[in-house]
């Protein structure tokens, strides 16, 4: 077992951006077509084609709802990883010049 971890910059700054597409990729799709719900007529003429009719209405709403925070949840994590590497490539820095020695 190990004493602490190690981030791989290298893989942080690659990670963030195809997040960011990710959640991109997201917006586009709830941007497009709006989902609608068929007519009850959709269903035939059964008794219970309302209810399926208005059951299926919710799942989309429900569904709708769950990509715009997907879509948000996305931004925010490729935000978070934007910020974790510039910040541990701001800590290298800042402890590499506290060991730089120049050399007359």
Request: glycine content about 12%; hydrophobic content about 40%.
């Amino acid at each position: 077992m190990g004493d602490g971890f190690r981030a791989d910059v290298g893989e942080l700054a690659a990670a963030a951006p195809e997040i960011r597409t990710g959640g991109d990729e997201l917006h586009a799709i709830r941007a497009g077509e709006p989902c609608a719900s068929p007519p009850a007529s959709a269903f035939g003429q059964l008794d219970e084609s309302e209810e399926a009719a208005r059951w299926l209405g919710m799942c989309v709403e429900r569904v709708s709802k769950d990509l715009d925070s997907a879509v948000t949840r996305a931004g925010d994590i490729a935000t978070g990883v934007f910020k974790s590497e510039a910040d541990y490539t701001g800590s290298d820095d800042q402890i590499a010049g506290d060991y730089y020695v120049p050399w007359s």
